[in-house]
T-cell receptor
Framework: ETGVTQSPTHLIKTRGQQVTLRCSSQ?????VSWYQQALGQGPQFIFQ???????GRGNFPPRFSGLQFPNYSSELNVNALELDDSALYLC??????????????FGNGTRLTVT | AQSVAQPEDQVNVAEGNPLTVKCTYS??????LFWYVQYPNRGLQFLLK??????LVKGSYGFEAEFNKSQTSFHLKKPSALVSDSALYFC???????????FGAGTRLTVKP
């Protein structure tokens, strides 16, 4: 069973630039979520994709956008980077069920530093 | 909105002693509660979950959690701590409206030899 993989592991960008982070879901999972974890804090929900459509979004501005592909892999795009975007970005996948008891399976994250 | 709170930033225990990491929740409707652990420079790993049923939930690595509806708590426990249990622990609740998982701020557990 292949777990969730993210790339790159580290990234340094300049304020105002754009960034794309990538994620491959765990095999058999059809739902992918993205979280932002600032230093010393818990993960904050950015959005979730199911069947290639966004079906849930947290309190993040539109410059945070995403895609889910037919093979359930996903991208997180952030435009007009700000210093406060510096964080660990976590991708998580799960199998969507009618109940809500399926746990998230996380990748190891991408550490983004904005200077 | 659903939320969880972890009242302790840091918990220190001696190896071999029992450990408890506290979590309280605030939900409307049935709570779907989870515990995750995070090691340095890694993603979160699922430990256990409460959906319905027995109030004592058993999970990975010898951890268990006790669901208490009257106290709205879901404390993580282990009878005998190991040095390798030292990590950051997160309590979380599923928000069925937004389809997201809401995490607490985390508790850093340090187990000393």
């Amino acid at each position: 069973e292949t777990g969730v993989t993210q790339s790159p592991t580290h990234l340094i960008k300049t304020r105002g630039q754009q960034v794309t982070l990538r994620c491959s879901s765990q095999s058999g999972h059809n739902t992918v979520s993205w979280y932002q974890q600032a230093l010393g804090q818990g993960p904050q929900f950015i959005f979730q994709y199911y069947r290639e459509e966004e079906n849930g979004r947290g309190n993040f501005p539109p410059r945070f956008s995403g895609l889910q592909f037919p093979n359930y892999s996903s991208e997180l795009n952030v435009n007009a980077l700000e210093l406060d975007d510096s964080a660990l970005y976590l991708c998580a996948s799960r199998q969507m069920t009618r109940t809500y008891n399926s746990p998230l399976h996380f990748g190891n994250g991408t550490r983004l530093t904005v200077t | 909105a659903q939320s969880v709170a972890q009242p302790e930033d840091q918990v220190n225990v001696a190896e071999g002693n029992p450990l408890t990491v506290k979590c309280t929740y605030s939900v409307s409707g049935n709570p779907y509660l989870f515990w995750y652990v995070q090691y340095p420079n890694r993603g979160l790993q699922f430990l256990l979950k409460y959906i319905t049923g027995d109030n004592l939930v058993k999970g990975s690595y010898g951890f268990e959690a006790e669901f208490n509806k009257s106290q709205t708590s879901f404390h993580l426990k282990k009878p005998s701590a190991l040095v390798s249990d030292s990590a950051l622990y997160f309590c979380a609740v599923r928000d069925s409206v937004n389809n997201d998982m809401r995490f607490g701020a985390g508790t850093r557990l340090t187990v000393k030899p």
